[in-house]
């Protein structure tokens, strides 16, 4: 497998949001704006890079009965590391997030990658799969950002350009369904050509 398709595979064929239908809980939760879907999904970017490296590292130490617990605790401590750097650097950006950022620890996106590549690979190419899958999964949840806000409040990145009120529905949970259902059909759509 070369190095570009490790990084490339995240953003189609194991794209975590329209392909692997994975980490479904801050896709739909936090994606009422573009700029809330970019930031969760930098966010757990920063938590899956920097955990497949350490995992990729670890993993031939760690005997299998004790690797998942293992891998838990390596994602836990970069998602305390994240939060206290939101907290003291991007204090608003937490505030927005709040409790999503905690519940990275057991996304299945960061745990999933771990189990299903780092733990196999190297450094380089642990790193790769990181980076990979997190822009898949940052540009899934500013897609779906992207729509909701539009249709919601008809503004993008909270610069307004539909004058009066959008569809209050699209930014609510119905919305999120609709919103991720259909894009999930048109990337699918478009996997298949």
Request: glycine share 10%.
């Amino acid at each position: 497998m070369s190095k570009l398709s490790i990084l490339t595979d995240g953003f189609v064929k194991n794209n975590p949001t329209f392909v692997l239908v994975l980490g479904m809980c801050p896709t739909l939760a936090t994606t009422t704006s573009a700029m809330n879907g970019l930031e969760m999904g930098l966010a757990t970017m920063f938590v899956l890079i920097l955990s497949n490296i350490v995992i990729s590292l670890i993993a031939p130490v760690v005997p299998d009965k004790v690797h998942i617990p293992v891998y838990i605790v390596v994602i836990a401590t970069f998602v305390t590391l994240l939060q206290l750097l939101m907290q003291a650097f991007v204090p608003g950006v937490y505030q927005t997030l709040g409790l999503f950022i905690p519940l990275i620890v057991v996304n299945c996106i960061v745990l999933g990658r771990a189990e299903a590549f780092a733990n196999k690979h190297g450094v380089l190419e642990s790193a790769l799969d990181g980076i990979g899958v997190g822009l898949g999964f940052t540009l899934s949840l500013t897609v779906i950002g992207i729509v909701r806000e539009i249709l919601g409040s008809g503004s993008v990145f909270g610069w307004k350009f539909i004058p009066g009120d959008g569809i209050l529905a699209f930014v609510m949970a119905p919305g999120a369904f609709m919103v991720l259902g259909y894009l999930m059909v048109l990337f699918n759509k478009y996997l298949k050509k």
